[in-house]
């Protein structure tokens, strides 16, 4: 089991604002829809790495 305390799957960091947090697959399909919750700019597969356990 992993030591990490939240169920993220990928990394997202948003390239207008800076801005980066952990997200699941939910998460990333409805930022990649909405674009970023922080700042509103459109978001792309590009934006997102997977986490590494």
Same mark, same amino acid.
């Given at each position: 089991?992993?030591?990490?305390?939240?169920?993220?799957?990928?990394?997202?960091? $948003? !390239?207008? &604002? %800076?801005?980066?947090?952990?997200?699941?697959?939910?998460?990333?399909?409805?930022?990649?829809?909405?674009? $970023? !919750?922080? &700042? %509103?700019?459109?978001?792309?597969?590009?934006?997102?790495?997977?986490?590494?356990?």
């Amino acid at each position: 089991m992993s030591a990490r305390s939240t169920t993220g799957e990928y990394e997202f960091a $948003c !390239p207008q &604002c %800076g801005e980066g947090f952990e997200v699941n697959r939910g998460m990333r399909g409805a930022v990649l829809d909405r674009g $970023c !919750p922080i &700042c %509103g700019s459109v978001a792309s597969k590009r934006d997102f790495s997977p986490l590494s356990l």
